[in-house]
C-alpha cells in the first residue's frame, strides 16, 4: 500500500470514528427521561425583558401572581418590598414613577422634562403591550393604568417577600401614599 492510500484509508476510518463518537455523544440527550404523564407543565406567559434586574434573598417567599386589569382601571400607588418581574399577556399596561431630575431610570423616558430644575422631579411614563416584559425595583412607588380600550392579563412574580408573623400573609405589595409632589398627568 502506497502512502497516498494509507492516507485516504486514515483518513476515511477518522471520519467515520469522529462521526461515530458524535453520533453518540448527541443521542445521550434522547436518552434523557422524559415527565411522567401526570407532570403537566402551563406556560403561563411571556415577554421580552428589556431592563432591569433584581437580588433574590435566600429564606424569602416568592410569590405569583396573575392581574387582570379592566380598561381604565389602575393599580394605586404602590411599592414591593422585592421588586416585581411583569409579564403583559395581554393588552398593555402604563406604568408611571416619579423620580428626581438627574437620577438614572431605565426604560422609556417621557412625561414632564420641561423647566427641568436641580432638586425638582418628573414622572418616568412607559407603556408595556403584549410580548414585554418589565422590572419594578424594590421600594420604588409606582402607579400602573391600563389606558387602552380592553382586559389586560399580566402575571408577576415577586421574589423576596415577607410573610406577616402574625397572619402568615405574604406581603408582596405595599400601598403608597400618592407622591407630593406629583408630576405625573395621571
Known amino acids: 500500500m502506497n502512502t497516498l492510500t494509507r492516507r485516504r484509508v486514515r483518513l476515511a476510518l477518522m471520519t467515520v470514528g469522529f462521526t461515530g463518537l458524535f453520533l453518540a455523544v448527541n443521542a445521550v440527550p434522547g436518552a434523557a427521561t422524559p415527565a411522567s404523564l401526570d407532570f403537566v407543565s402551563l ?6 425583558l428589556s431592563h432591569g434586574s433584581l437580588t433574590v434573598k ?13 380598561a381604565g382601571a389602575s393599580s394605586g400607588w404602590h411599592s414591593h418590598p422585592g421588586g416585581a418581574i411583569v409579564v403583559i399577556e395581554v393588552g398593555q399596561i402604563t406604568t408611571y414613577q416619579v423620580v428626581r431630575n438627574g437620577d438614572e431610570e431605565e426604560g422609556n423616558k417621557e412625561g414632564n422634562k420641561e423647566g ?3 432638586g425638582s422631579f418628573r414622572c418616568v411614563i412607559t407603556t408595556y403591550t403584549a410580548g414585554h416584559a418589565f422590572v419594578e425595583s424594590p421600594g420604588d412607588p409606582i402607579i400602573a393604568v391600563n389606558n387602552g380600550t380592553s382586559q389586560t392579563i399580566s402575571y408577576a412574580t415577586f421574589p423576596g417577600v415577607p410573610v406577616d408573623p402574625v397572619t402568615g400573609n405574604t406581603l408582596q405589595r405595599t400601598d403608597q401614599p400618592k407622591p407630593n409632589p406629583d408630576p405625573c398627568p395621571f
Open 58 to 70: 435566600p429564606g424569602l417567599q416568592v410569590v405569583v401572581a396573575k392581574n387582570t386589569v379592566q
Open 116 to 118: 427641568s430644575k436641580a
Open 43 to 48: 406556560r403561563l406567559g411571556h415577554g421580552t
